[in-house]
Structures are given as C-alpha cells and as structure tokens.
C-alpha cells in the first residue's frame, strides 16, 4: 500500500561537478511515496488506515514546504537519495508497517530507499 504526498521546495546540490545545472539554487515540486507492506488483518480486512500514514508524515511535509532544503539539518546535500533516507529516518519509528520511501524529483526520475 502507497500513499502519495507532495511540497515545494529549493535546494542546489554542492557536491556536482563545477558548472552543471544542479549546482545552481533551483527548485522542484517534490513528490513521495510512503509504502508500507503487512499481514491484512482477516477480522479488519484492512493492513492500516491511510489516515495513519497521514497523520505521521504531514508535519515532516510541514517541515519541508517552501523550504530551502539545505538549511534544514541532515539535509545540507539535499539529493534525492539523501531526502528519501531522511524521511524514511523519521516515518520508520512511527509507522513500523514502512517498506520503502520513494522520492520523485521530476515526474521522470524517482529513487527508491529500502532502508538498508
Ligand atoms: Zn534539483
């Protein structure tokens, strides 16, 4: 099960090479994927409530909402790998149920952390 969430935001990407576009202050419209993988409860027939998934991940999109993403701690080279790593770092504790945080730069390119 996946549910989507998605912000705006800025960051450049100190650690390119000289001169390529990335390394210039630009911004996206972000989106992710919070999947979550379990046993259906036969009695519920449900695995959880997107309402839970929900509740845990909005304040970490509040926190990155029209944001400068490298000033925000442990996000000094905002990548996309970097990103999917942080919040996986704080929906894993929360939501146990967590399989894998996929983070969608452009409509074309995504990357995928599995927590290891
Ligand atoms: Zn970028």
Redesign the pocket.
């Known amino acids: 099960m996946s549910k989507s969430f998605r912000f705006e935001a800025a ?3 100190p650690t390119f090479p000289e001169g390529h576009k ?1 390394r210039r202050l ?3 419209s972000f989106k992710f994927d919070v999947i979550v993988e379990g046993e259906v409860d036969p009695a519920k027939g449900y695995l959880i409530d997107y309402g839970d998934i929900k509740r845990v991940v909005d304040p970490i999109v509040k926190r990155l909402d029209h944001y400068y993403l490298n000033e925000i701690p442990g996000l000094e080279n ?3 790998e970097a990103l999917a790593v942080w919040i996986w770092n704080r929906v894993k504790e929360p939501l146990p149920q967590l399989a894998s945080i996929i983070v969608h ?2 409509c074309s390119s995504m990357c995928e952390y599995r927590g290891e």
Do not use: I, R
């Open positions: 960051h450049d990407l990335c630009h911004g996206h905002p990548t996309a730069e452009t």
